[in-house]
């Protein structure tokens, strides 16, 4: 039954993150017709429509997963395919709800972790697809750990997590600027340093030394495979913030120990 409570949490989650994917970069970014117009756009309105043919859907063709699959796939005004990306993204929330309830049962620590892994997958996401971290993502990631530690839903003191978002912070802008002076060029975004400040607020700043090394070296060599196959944006950017958002979710569920150890980072072994 916990279980059953989780996944349907989980699929609920996952279709606001689909909505939170979608609509959240196109507020950033001020489109015209979101932002210049009288015409209201956010996460709540207007109500879920078709972007194809852009008709409103009925209720039910917004229930997660069920109605894809009654759907088969295709909207049910103009018969286009509906992307996977939507019933995929439910799927990993509810999943991933129901590993939290799994791990800590029906609690409020299990609620942390959730929100947590379901915050990191929408900034992946949208890091991905866009090039942007929004802050509304990045700074509830930030406060969301502090209240965390602090409310001890967290194993982490509050010290801890006040100084691991400070790190988290400080690390990359210095890396970023002192890139920046050397090649005059920009290598990352502010977006990433509020990330791994938001990991750091979770995880501690002890965490932050592998979950870099970690994240460099996937990056690194998914950036080499891309490369390989002649599939590599041609000026070269890869988003780092999914590989952050990866690393961190990692090192929060297999621990410090292990990642590190696996690294031949023996101190934090």
């Not at 996952?14 to 609509?23: P, T």
């Not at 972790?113 to 997958?121: H, R």
């Not at 993502?137 to 965390?148: H, Y």
Request: neutral net charge.
């Amino acid at each position: 039954m916990t279980w059953l409570i989780a996944f349907g949490l989980g699929l609920l989650m996952g279709s606001f993150v689909n909505v939170v994917v979608h609509r959240l970069p196109r507020m950033v970014m001020a489109e015209p017709d979101a932002a210049h117009t009288n015409q209201r756009y956010d996460l709540c309105w207007p109500a879920s429509h078709c972007p194809h043919c852009h008709t409103p859907l009925k209720w039910h063709h917004n229930i997660p997963l069920l109605s894809f699959v009654w759907l088969k796939g295709r909207c049910g005004f103009c018969q286009r395919a509906i992307h996977p990306l939507y019933p995929l993204l439910e799927v990993i929330t509810a999943l991933t709800w129901v590993a939290c309830a799994w791990h800590w049962g029906l609690s409020v620590t299990a609620l942390c972790w959730a929100l947590f892994a379901t915050t990191l997958l929408a900034l992946a996401v949208i890091d991905w697809q866009t090039t942007l971290l929004p802050d509304d993502l990045t700074q509830a990631l930030v406060w969301g750990g502090l209240i965390a530690s602090a409310s001890g839903w967290l194993p982490l003191r509050l010290d801890q997590s006040v100084w691991g978002a400070v790190a988290g912070y400080g690390v990359l802008w210095c890396v970023a600027t002192a890139f920046e002076r050397i090649t005059g060029k920009q290598g990352m975004g502010a977006g990433d340093f509020k990330l791994l400040a938001g990991l750091g607020a979770w995880l501690g700043p002890l965490a932050l030394i592998p979950l870099l090394m970690l994240a460099s070296l996937s990056g690194a060599i998914f950036g080499l495979t891309l490369k390989f196959i002649d599939r590599l944006h041609p000026d070269g950017y890869i988003p780092f913030g999914p590989f952050l958002a990866a690393a961190g979710l990692l090192i929060a569920v297999v621990g410090m120990g292990p990642i590190a150890t696996w690294l031949g980072w023996s101190f934090f072994a």
